[in-house]
């Protein structure tokens, strides 16, 4: 039953912004895309945003997904979300980034990983290919182990496991990240393949066994410093990392 109360246009507006994208457990309601004009190394770049939300009930009418937002409490939760660029339906050639959320790299800059050069620099990369898109993976905090998992994982580097052992030692496996929105979402988007930015051969398999259409993989190194050489070693000596010459790692 719906309760909401919506003035006509609301929905009418809405609606026409609105997809929905069904999935084994049920489905993706994708919004977008909405105009977004993104501050990138000094210039303006404008990007087409959609974030999605994922339901168990399956339903053309909007109005019974929108009647539940205003108590379904969703700050408490993370949403996930993709900045578009270009004709990214039709062009040939697309590049894309999974990027899996990181609150200290991202929002913060820290320098114990290599997270916000590379949010930074594959926006940058993607505007510079004339299109692509950046996919922020809103679950997938810590290798998918949540941000105060997260904060324990590092308690324990700081007393010298590496990030492999540290995630372990809490119980979790090293890397629990699982892409299969994304790709819906991707699929929605645009069925041509696509150029994976990526150091890491294990996602790009996990990609490609997901159902990813992908033409090929772009390194993507850089930042490196004292604060993080451990953590892209570790990356390469224990997560299969591929190390490009005269630079150094990430992902
Ligand atoms: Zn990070």
């Not at 993706?28 to 404008?46: A, K, R, S």
């Not at 994304?182 to 294990?202: E, Y």
């Not at 992908?214 to 000596?237: A, H, M």
């Amino acid at each position: 039953m719906v309760n909401l109360k919506l003035e006509p246009k609301v929905l009418e507006v809405l609606k026409e912004k609105i997809q929905l994208i069904k999935t084994d457990e049920g489905a993706i309601y994708l919004v977008g895309p909405i105009q977004l004009p993104v501050e990138l190394y000094g210039e303006t770049v404008v990007f087409q945003w959609y974030c999605w939300l994922n339901r168990c009930e399956i339903t053309g009418n909007y109005l019974e997904i929108i009647d539940q937002l205003s108590s379904a409490n969703l700050a408490e939760y993370q949403q996930s979300s993709v900045l578009v660029y270009g004709d990214f339906e039709n062009a040939d050639d697309a590049l894309i980034r999974m990027h899996s959320i990181c609150h200290t790299g991202d929002i913060f800059g820290s320098k114990r990983c290599d997270c916000g050069y590379q949010l930074k620099q594959s926006m940058k990369s993607i505007a510079e290919n004339g299109t692509g898109a950046l996919f922020y993976l809103a679950n997938h905090e810590g290798r998918g182990i949540g941000l105060f998992s997260k904060a324990m994982a590092y308690v324990l580097q700081e007393n010298g496991y590496d990030t492999v052992e540290a995630n372990e030692s809490l119980g979790f496996v090293d890397d629990s990240r699982n892409y299969e929105d994304a790709i819906q979402v991707l699929k929605t988007l645009r069925t041509k393949p696509v150029k994976l930015m990526t150091n890491n051969p294990k996602k790009l398999d996990a990609l490609k066994n997901a159902g990813l259409p992908v033409s090929g993989r772009e390194p993507l190194w850089g930042d490196k410093s004292e604060y993080n050489e451990k953590y892209l070693q570790t990356k390469i000596q224990r997560s299969g990392h591929l190390e490009e010459e005269g630079t150094c790692p990430n992902d």
